[in-house]
């Protein structure tokens, strides 16, 4: 006879095999994702009263009578010893499922994640934004918790998060790290921020920007003496201060502009690239420092111009994401064919390719 199908043994070796995500799903074999590719298990089609008995072995206690009468529900479990998930509770086609988000215990350091060096000056900034954007899965979360760490080690402040769910979690060192969970601690992101000004933060970090709401909270709270970390899904730079200026009344962007080009610090935009010959992926990085000539920029509405500065500057720690394609390619990590397949601007990462633009230095010194 066939073993039943265990959620909690299915993680612990999803986990050993170093998976990233899970997938559960009723009248499908279990799928994982490991660097970046879904792949499916050896493992039965699932029973819809499998899964039903896997997610109610998991589930909070608080929330068990209710979870198999919602649409979707996020939630975080831990297999002790093992890692912490963060799980979202779906449905398709009207059955249940589960997509699953493995949390290590470890926070990674940022030469381990293979991040520009001069991501850790970003953190001394006493106020201001700070913003780490990207797809889903690139790596955001880990990037702001290995931020969050150095600060954690290095300084003595008190870093407030705001999450839904939380993630990764911290044990206070030279610094008091406060973690509120939405709808646990605290009942929004704009809650969360209105109370955290009130808890004698030096920094605060927002899980995800999501709306007007939020953003506004957010520039309130950095134009208050606090740095603000947080997260947005967006491709780059230009593609992040369009997104933010566009949660807005056309009316009021002018002013939100101007608000941001004085709290915006730095955008960091991850894209993750998977070398074929090395068996992992590689993060590429563009960095846009907000610099004199940037806030000009975004004040007058030119997010051309900052592209262009960003691809061509080669003294404010900027470096584009075609650059860092092309360090990764210089430093042995990815092919040019892995970069080309990656990047968003083709013709332009030939040029650098074919030495057209010179000059940048390696920040992964």
Do not use: W
Not at 72 to 98: A, M, T
Not at 199 to 220: C, H, N, W, Y
Not at 283 to 296: G, L, Q, R, S, Y
Not at 322 to 335: H, K, Q, R, Y
């Amino acid at each position: 006879m066939e073993e039943n199908f265990s959620i909690v043994k299915f993680l612990k070796e999803a986990v050993a095999f170093k998976a990233s995500d899970e997938h559960i799903m009723v009248g499908q074999s279990p799928y994982i994702r490991k660097n970046g590719f879904i792949i499916k298990t050896s493992l039965k089609p699932l029973t819809k009263e499998e899964v039903d008995s896997a997610i109610l072995e998991i589930v909070p206690t608080a929330i068990r009578d209710e979870i198999l009468t919602q649409c979707d529900v996020d939630f975080v479990y831990e297999i002790k010893g093992v890692s912490r998930f963060r799980i979202n509770y779906n449905r398709q086609l009207g059955q249940p499922g589960l997509v699953i988000r493995n949390i290590p215990y470890k926070v990674p350091e940022l030469e381990e994640l293979a991040l520009p060096n001069m991501l850790s000056s970003l953190v001394n900034h006493q106020n201001g934004i700070i913003l780490v954007t990207g797809p889903t899965g690139c790596g955001k979360s880990t990037t702001i918790a290995s931020l969050i760490n150095l600060i954690n080690t290095k300084t003595s402040k008190h870093v407030v998060t705001i999450e839904d769910p939380i993630e990764y979690v911290f044990e206070c060192n030279k610094s008091i790290v406060s973690q509120r969970q939405i709808g646990i601690d605290t009942t929004s992101f704009e809650d969360g921020i209105k109370y955290a000004l009130r808890q004698d933060p030096d920094v605060i970090f927002i899980g995800e920007i999501r709306d007007k709401d939020t953003m506004s909270a957010a520039l309130k709270a950095s134009e208050t003496g606090h740095l603000v970390l947080s997260t947005l899904h967006t491709n780059d730079a230009v593609q992040t201060i369009n997104r933010i200026v566009n949660l807005f009344e056309e009316s009021n962007r002018y002013l939100i502009r101007k608000q941001l080009a004085e709290t915006l610090r730095a955008t960091i935009a991850q894209k993750l690239v998977y070398s074929e010959k090395l068996k992992k992926r590689f993060p590429a990085c563009e960095v846009m420092v907000v610099t004199p000539t940037i806030k000009d920029y975004l004040i007058k509405d030119n997010p051309e111009e900052i592209y262009t500065l960003l691809r061509d500057n080669t003294v404010d720690d900027m470096i584009s994401m075609n650059m860092s394609f092309a360090m990764l390619v210089e430093n042995g990590c990815i092919t040019e064919e892995e970069a080309l397949a990656a990047s968003n601007d083709v013709p332009e990462l030939e040029k650098i390719f074919r030495g057209v633009y010179q000059g940048t230095k390696s920040y992964y010194e």
